[in-house]
């Protein structure tokens, strides 16, 4: 086989003494095979097909909060101990270290995939898209364009610790992206939808390529009338599901233990005390069956648990990678990732959740005199150091005396994490997970996760429209 | 004759690789193929509250090629370039085109239309690789300094880092076309945090960056920079909603310029993602905004002496006091709307796609200062966040931080406020442009005022 288990232990064995042979507290190897396949749809015609296979390891040795770093493209011995001498030079000691003696981790699975997307024949996939294409077409006369893509890729990683440890895991991934335009006598406007996760074609039982098309185009019909959003300062009601990516993006950044390590966060010496209101408990769980953020093992060879954040408004604790789990004197929590073999791993999510509390989500919206509904984002993003976050919305409504009303144009919401937090008042008892489309960046690197959240509401946020 | 340089042995093997690639192509019939194989060079190091946070060093390379058999595509890439490597990735590539539909529109540009010659940009600086960790590390440490010394309310650090990258790349086509490039990029970056009287962290980012090592500004005044914005924002709030002119700083101005960018490309006008999409020859700005995309700069961060198909490329006034002139086109755009390619490919070895080069908003003659004069009441942006803008409609909305003007002055601090205006009459809103221009980044804009944008905040 070609992927990382072609490195047999002996031979890792003797690029982590390397690695060490200059001193420092741990080294680890990540070796990774990645094997992608695309398909991309413009208007109905398959423009491209594209693939690629890329393989390398990272070599990290860290001494203290001190890490050096290198990669070799291959798995060849010589290209490898290269890497690892390069990667010593950040320890500056006489120490040797004795050849490692290495067992392999046995894993859990939470992402078993029968038939992996990237190895179904290119007919088959190019047909699932079609079927959202002729669904997004057949939804309105309005709809005038659909593009469609559809990416697979197929990781293998094997880390291998000094400390004795391997683990070996394969990552799936999949995702499906439709997005269409609709046109009026007066107007243009777009709509999208995507789903998918660590899944195979099996996904598509449980989510139809028609209900993506169906629903990319609801989303562009419903902006064709949608109206200028109010500016200034109003309560709004978060919709279950994709409004997690504001929990990711206002607080969960700002709970990744780097941050609090260097004392540039708004969490840092807050485990504790109180940083949301009493309804808000939230946590990170790698574990959640196929979802896009979960992991068998994180990037530096630790087994992830699922670990609350915040328990009724209580910080409880941070998430943690080896390096900062050493300095807070903590076990770390699994939450050690990084983009790939040429970076290096760091605190972050895997599946950010706010869990369900006992409102009737009706009664949510219903409490609202004049406030928006907030129900699909484009994107968001956070100022670490203080909270304060942007959120641009791809579909919202006017709340007008408990009902919801008028589509609004994309409106964006800004806040403050921590204060926005606070001011959570009712938390519905309809937890979502959002389907699998998250991206999370982070100096540079981006990983999958997946966000997930009941509705909610919160008591003001200022929301950036046009009309005053 | 004199002896090649190293630089030059790099890119004679590139070469070979991708000739070797070609040929290789060719035994497996297909119509056309181009091939982009590059190798880079990198060096980042970091330090925090004076310590080494990171040494990370390596070289990478990669190949990548796009073909066309019996007009349809197929792309891929790979690491490997061992000439067995390639052989077999060759094949897998070819299979691959089965799943596409034919588009003859996607073929490469003919022959005729490519260069064979190109100016020498001095893109290259031999000194970039040189700089040694230890260098950098010092330069790091040294703007650290700077700007904790810079002010006692600085109370955190995350770090100042250093970076240093250099590639050499070469594109070769099967119409003939063989280009050789090569291009270095240096960094010094610094954040430092400041704290607000109620504990709110305030931070001050300041970058410097440059094509030549000669060009970074000194590591302490990049330190003492950062450290002056985070003071600067302290006890920074939110201010009353309202509709009121709003002068953005030059940084600030090149998000909205980058916004225009997008709308100018071929891709998003065929797809229908650019509200521009039908109005070239008519007015879409004030008659103060003369929008350029310039390859040609010397040293420029976006200079590039070819495109991406191989074409010539040149100096374009896309928006001309207002009236939109061109779009930028790459061969498919220009094909599927009728027009002519305007030389603006990248992406070569993959889908071609146009991209703009050094694109910036024309200086104009107010200085920076000028531009707050008269204005009663009003917002200076420094810094523009989150992604709230649809290119299809125009509808433009960003989080914003800067100062509050009154009286035609900044007189505090002001965050956690969005503007929002369609970037269609944005831009037409244009009533003032400073002579603030520096080429820092590949979109670049001087300081501009607009006459009036919708802010929201209390």
């Known amino acids: ?468 | 004759m004199a002896r090649p340089t190293a630089s030059e042995r790099v890119l004679a093997s590139l070469a070979d690789t991708a000739e070797f690639t070609l040929d290789a192509l060719a035994k497996h019939g297909i119509d056309h193929a181009e091939v982009a194989v590059g190798i880079g060079k990198e060096l980042e190091v970091s330090v925090r509250q004076g310590e080494v946070e990171l040494v990370k060093e390596a070289q990478s390379s990669g190949l990548s090629i796009r073909l066309m058999r019996d007009d349809r595509v197929a792309t891929s890439s790979t690491t490997d370039l061992s000439r067995e490597g390639l052989e077999a990735f060759v094949a897998r590539a070819v299979e691959m085109a089965e799943i596409s539909e034919p588009d003859p529109l996607a073929a490469p540009p003919d022959p005729k239309e490519l260069v064979r010659s190109w100016p020498e940009l001095d893109l290259f600086d031999p000194r970039t690789d040189r700089i040694d960790a230890k260098r950098g590390l010092a330069m790091a440490q040294q703007a650290e300094r700077a700007a904790f010394k810079a002010s006692k309310k600085i109370t955190a650090s995350e770090g100042a880092s250093f970076s240093r990258s250099s590639g050499h790349s070469v594109l070769a086509t099967s119409g003939g076309f063989l280009g050789k490039s090569s291009g270095t990029y240096q960094s010094l970056v610094v954040q430092a945090v400041a704290d607000d009287e109620g504990g709110k962290k305030r931070p001050g980012y300041f970058w410097t960056g440059g094509r030549f090592f000669s060009e970074l500004e000194r590591p302490s005044a990049v330190g003492r920079e950062a450290a002056l914005r985070a003071v600067a924002s302290i006890g920074s709030a939110k201010m009353k909603t309202g509709v009121v002119p709003v002068v953005f700083d030059h940084e600030a101005a090149r998000g909205i310029v980058g916004l225009v960018a997008g709308c100018v490309l071929g891709d998003a006008v065929y797809r229908q993602r650019s509200y521009l999409g039908s109005r070239v020859g008519s007015v879409v700005a004030s008659p103060k905004v003369t929008l350029v995309d310039d390859p040609l700069i010397e040293r420029g961060p976006g200079s590039r002496p070819y495109d991406g198909e191989g074409r010539r490329v040149k100096k374009r006034t896309v928006c001309r006091r207002g009236v939109l002139e061109t779009f930028l086109l790459d061969t498919y755009s220009a094909r599927r709307l009728g027009l002519t390619p305007t030389g603006s490919a990248s992406g070569g070895g993959g889908v071609p796609h146009a991209s703009t080069s050094n694109f910036y908003l024309k200086a104009g003659r107010s200085t920076p200062a000028s531009l707050l004069k008269g204005i009663e009441r009003g917002l200076y942006v420094t810094r523009m966040m989150g992604y709230g803008f649809d290119p299809t409609t125009g509808n433009f909305s960003r989080g914003a931080e800067g100062f509050l003007i009154e009286h035609g002055e900044k007189t505090r601090p002001v965050s956690g406020v969005t503007i929002s205006r369609n970037l269609d009459e944005l831009l037409q809103g244009i009533d003032a442009v400073a002579n603030d221009l520096v080429f820092k980044t590949s979109i670049a804009s001087p300081s501009f005022r607009v006459d009036a944008m919708t802010v929201a905040g209390d």
Not at chain 1, 87 to 96: K, L
Not at chain 1, 205 to 222: C, F, L, T
Not at chain 1, 338 to 364: C, H
Not at chain 1, 379 to 392: E, M, T
């Open chain 1, 1 to 468: 086989m070609s992927g990382p288990l072609a490195v047999d232990h002996a031979l890792s064995a003797r690029i982590l003494s390397e690695a060490l042979a200059r001193g420092g507290d741990f080294a680890e190897l990540y070796f990774e095979y990645r094997r992608a396949a695309s398909i991309a749809m413009e208007d109905g015609k398959v423009r491209t097909a594209g693939g690629g296979i890329d393989m390398g390891v990272g070599v990290r040795v860290v001494v203290g909060a001190s890490v050096g770093y290198a990669y070799a493209e291959s798995v060849e011995p010589e290209d490898m101990m290269r890497a690892a001498q390069t990667a010593a030079q950040i320890a500056a000691s006489s120490a040797t270290v004795g050849p490692v003696k290495i067992r392999r981790r046995r894993l859990g699975d939470v992402y078993p995939v029968a038939s992996e997307l990237v190895d179904i024949d290119g007919a088959s996939r190019v047909a699932l898209l079609r079927r959202a294409d002729a669904a997004a077409r057949k939804f309105d006369r309005r709809i005038k364009r659909v593009d469609a893509s559809l990416v697979a890729v197929h990781k293998e990683i094997m880390v291998v610790t000094s400390d004795g440890y391997s683990a070996y895991d394969v990552q799936p991934m999949m995702r499906v992206s439709i997005s269409v335009v609709a046109k009026n006598k007066r107007r243009t406007e777009t709509g999208s939808s995507g789903g998918g996760g660590r899944q195979g074609i099996a996904y598509f039982d449980e989510v139809s390529p028609e209900w993506h098309g169906e629903e990319a185009a609801r989303v562009a019909i419903v902006n064709l009338d949608s109206r200028p959003a109010a500016a200034g300062a109003m309560p709004v009601v978060l919709a279950p599901g994709d409004s997690g990516i504001l929990l990711h993006e206002a607080v969960g950044h700002g709970l990744e233990a780097d941050f609090n390590r260097k004392r540039t966060s708004n969490y840092t010496d807050r485990i504790g005390k109180r940083v949301a209101s009493s309804l808000v408990t939230v946590e990170d769980d790698p574990g959640l069956p196929g979802s896009r953020g979960s992991i068998n093992i994180d990037d530096e060879g630790v087994v992830p648990k699922p670990h609350r954040l915040i328990v009724n408004g209580v910080l409880r604790s941070y998430m943690h990678d080896k390096i900062s789990a050493k300095f807070f004197g903590k076990r770390p929590s699994g939450s050690g990732r990084r983009e790939s073999f040429r970076d290096v791993p760091m605190p972050r999510m895997t599946n950010t959740l706010m869990s369900a509390g006992t409102e009737d989500p009706q009664d949510i919206i219903r409490s609202v005199k004049r406030g928006i509904y907030a129900k699909k984002f484009s994107g968001g993003q956070v100022n670490i150091s203080n909270g304060d976050f942007v959120f641009s919305l791809t579909e919202g409504y006017l709340i007008e005396d408990g009902k919801i009303t008028a589509p609004l144009k994309g409106a964006n919401l800004i806040g403050n994490g921590p204060d926005a937090l606070e001011t959570v008042s009712m938390v519905g008892h309809d937890f979502a997970l959002s389907d699998g489309m998250w991206t999370c960046g982070k100096d540079g690197q981006s990983v999958p996760v997946g966000v997930g959240q009941p509705t909610i509401k919160v008591d003001m946020l200022t929301v950036g429209g046009t009309d005053t």
